[in-house]
């Protein structure tokens, strides 16, 4: 991997960790996923999150993505408050809203974010903060995240619920931030937050945004977008073959029919399972470079400015 270009930053904004980021690129999609399946996949910008990291063999397998990928490390926040509501029958935002000492688990999500930020932190893309009880409970946790394991995670922000006093902390304290709320929103919201999020970033010309859990689309383009995003998405060719779409130029243009579907589990006979889930997930992963490359090729004819 070529060396990063340098980041020359106001007085008072940290660089956060992640000594491959590069602040001069245009976009990037990271493909969100098991370390297993992203090793099968040529794409190369990927994003893994703790919780995967259960096994020494997902340790190793991780290790070798970072040998030839860029790896954005998630924190796992997201699945900790999942479990937390289906264990106790509650919604996903309360679980989100909890504190980090409140919440099932989040001492052992800790200890292992610890242990691969620690071993793994400077070849690392970027590794988001352990964003667990809102903005009442972030900061806190961030600073002791800097103090013990001597990292600069990127914050989340979380539009809404934290409201815009806090992106404004942010913003004009760390070089990235992620913003949050998009992965559930409706596709009207979801439009408005990115779109938001977009408009507030120009304010602060040295600010890479990250957002979580969106696909590059042509909503990305008209919105002039400085930053990078992530899906798990890519796999839906797959796992839910109805909702496999054609696209052009970002833009969806019309379902597949059944019988050009990625139904691999059902039409398999006789041979190797695994060895054909892998070369369909490979389809995909292509699919997916190609929307990478597309969004960088139209950002760059579209705002080189960016």
């Not at 990305?220 to 977008?225: F, N, Q, S, T, V």
């Not at 839906?236 to 050009?260: G, I, K, Y």
Request: hydrophobic share 40%; proline share 6%.
């Amino acid at each position: 991997m070529t060396a990063p270009a340098e980041r020359n930053l106001p007085r008072g904004v940290k660089a956060t960790t992640g000594d491959v980021f590069d602040p001069d690129e245009h976009y990037i999609y990271f493909l969100a996923g098991d370390a297993t399946a992203l090793l099968a996949t040529p794409h190369p910008q990927v994003l893994v999150a703790v919780n995967e990291l259960r096994s020494r063999a997902s340790w190793d397998r991780f290790d070798r993505l970072l040998d030839t990928r860029r790896v954005l490390l998630d924190s796992g926040i997201f699945n900790l408050a999942m479990e937390h509501a289906r264990k106790h029958n509650t919604s996903h935002d309360v679980g989100l809203s909890m504190p980090p000492e409140e919440i099932d688990g989040f001492d052992r999500l800790w200890d292992g974010y610890g242990e691969v930020v620690t071993r793994f932190g400077d070849r690392l893309w970027g590794a988001i903060e352990l964003d667990q009880g809102g903005m009442g409970h972030k900061p806190r946790t961030r600073a002791r995240i800097e103090e013990e394991f001597g990292i600069v995670p990127i914050p989340v922000y979380h539009p809404l619920l934290d409201g815009w006093d806090y992106y404004d902390t942010l913003a004009r304290g760390y070089d990235r931030i992620c913003v949050g709320n998009i992965v559930k929103a409706s596709q009207p919201v979801r439009l408005r937050l990115m779109w938001t999020a977009a408009e507030r970033a120009r304010a602060y010309p040295y600010l890479w945004t990250h957002l979580l859990g969106a696909t590059p689309n042509q909503n990305l383009i008209a919105m002039a977008h400085r930053g990078s995003s992530d899906s798990s998405s890519w796999v839906t060719n797959r796992r839910w073959m109805p909702s496999w779409r054609s696209f052009a130029m970002l833009t969806s243009v019309a379902s597949f029919p059944p019988d050009m579907w990625l139904d691999v589990d059902n039409h398999v006979k006789g041979g190797d399972l695994n060895a054909a889930r892998r070369g369909a997930d490979g389809v995909s992963a292509n699919s997916a470079y190609a929307q990478h490359l597309m969004m960088g090729t139209m950002r760059g004819d579209t705002h080189p400015w960016l």
